[in-house]
């Protein structure tokens, strides 16, 4: 039997309309919108990348279902017909390459398992569908307000989660260190690795405490949250890159997503002044919901070099699954960024 095949039997979508998304670049699951009489919908995830365990899934999932149960605004998970989060199938054998975590999961056939999770689809749109165009007669400054409030309520639940036994996902260092970066970049780019190996030295001396350290989203962008144009709601979904590290994260990936709404102002300096504004009214909406220490607000610089990091990792990783090599281009912004301590939007 087919995989979707299969996967619509485990979830009871046999009366449904089940249409496969078209991939973004980097993206390495199959997801699928189903949808029954043109309203009630679900997005269905099939992940068969070789390099995660089902615990990786299964900590993924326990922890998306305890922000949704706890009144958290995210895209609540979906039990299977047999009350499970993870369906798990065997899959067939899989040429993607692996990052540093050996998921130590496939079969003795060598077969990589196909782990398959239901989630809600929520109200709302992306706003790229939207032709990034916010809700018709509502000021943007309550959309920068209310994605700093959202971050701010999953992060305030996460400061006080409890993982289910067994079930952990990955921290920061289990793939940022240089052991595996040494061998996911090459050696011609030494200046860059040089660069990343001091940063990394330098987020070992940070406070890992529980207001400042925990599970975080690690991919929050408007490419994985919905907004209610009607209301102004945002719904977050797409925890598959989630992993314990600093909260600061997050809140610096929202900086520098804020170039795209700046990047009209040719001056340098208005440019960074108005990535600023609309980073403050994100920290008023995030502050409404929980408290970011001082301490690590004024490293702000050294967390979007964190991001950069995650960035030129992240090209790395897909030029290795693809068998290409790297463009440059596609990093150098970010890596001269690192080697020349460039403080990003200046």
């Given at each position: 039997?087919?995989?979707?095949?299969?996967?619509?039997?485990?979830?009871?979508?046999?009366?449904?309309?089940?249409?496969?998304?078209?991939?973004?670049?980097?993206?390495?699951?199959?997801?699928?919108?189903?949808?029954?009489?043109?309203?009630?919908?679900?997005?269905?995830?099939?992940?068969?990348?070789?390099?995660?365990?089902?615990?990786?899934?299964?900590?993924?999932?326990?922890?998306?279902?305890?922000?949704?149960?706890?009144?958290?605004?995210?895209?609540?998970?979906?039990p299977s017909a047999g009350g499970k989060f993870v369906e798990i199938i065997d899959g067939a054998d899989s040429s993607e390459a692996s990052d540093c975590t050996d998921?130590?999961?496939?079969?003795?056939?060598?077969?990589?398992?196909?782990?398959?999770?239901?989630?809600?689809?929520?109200k709302g749109m992306l706003l790229a569908d939207n032709a990034y165009r916010y809700r018709e007669g509502a000021p943007l400054t309550e959309y920068f307000f209310n994605t700093g409030k959202t971050l701010g309520k999953i992060h305030a639940l996460s400061k006080v989660y409890e993982p289910v036994a067994d079930h952990?996902?990955?921290?920061y260092f289990d793939k940022y260190n240089m052991q595996c970066l040494n061998r996911l970049i090459p050696d011609k780019y030494s200046e860059l690795k040089s660069a990343i190996d001091a940063r990394l030295e330098t987020f070992l001396a940070l406070p890992t405490d529980s207001?400042?350290?925990g599970l975080v989203h690690f991919d929050f962008s408007d490419g994985n949250y919905h907004i209610d144009m009607t209301t102004?709601?945002?719904?977050?979904?797409?925890?598959?890159?989630?992993?314990?590290?600093?909260?600061?994260?997050?809140?610096?990936?929202?900086?520098?997503?804020n170039e795209g709404w700046c990047r009209h102002e040719p001056a340098p300096g208005k440019r960074f002044k108005l990535m600023q504004q609309c980073f403050d009214l994100q920290l008023q909406g995030y502050k409404t919901e929980t408290e970011v220490p001082d301490e690590l607000l004024e490293k702000?610089?050294?967390?979007?070099?964190?991001?950069?990091?995650?960035?030129?990792?992240?090209?790395?990783?897909?030029?290795?699954?693809?068998?290409?090599?790297?463009?440059?281009?596609?990093i150098e912004d970010a890596a001269e960024c690192l080697i020349n301590h460039i403080h990003s939007g200046r």
């Open positions: 039997m087919k995989t979707l095949e299969q996967a619509i039997k485990l979830f009871s979508l046999q009366n449904y309309d089940c249409h496969e998304v078209e991939g973004h670049e980097g993206g390495r699951n199959r997801i699928f919108i189903c949808s029954k009489d043109g309203e009630k919908k679900f997005v269905l995830r099939i992940s068969a990348t070789g390099d995660k365990t089902e615990n990786d899934y299964l900590a993924e999932t326990d922890f998306v279902h305890y922000l949704a149960e706890n009144g958290a605004p995210v895209a609540d998970v979906i998921s130590g999961a496939a079969g003795d056939d060598g077969a990589d398992p196909v782990f398959i999770s239901l989630f809600e689809y929520e952990h996902r990955p921290d207001q400042s350290y102004g709601n945002i719904t977050v979904f797409d925890f598959d890159n989630c992993m314990y590290c600093w909260y600061m994260f997050d809140l610096a990936n929202l900086w520098l997503h702000l610089p050294l967390f979007i070099d964190m991001v950069l990091i995650e960035n030129i990792v992240d090209e790395f990783e897909c030029a290795t699954r693809e068998g290409e090599e790297l463009d440059y281009e596609d």
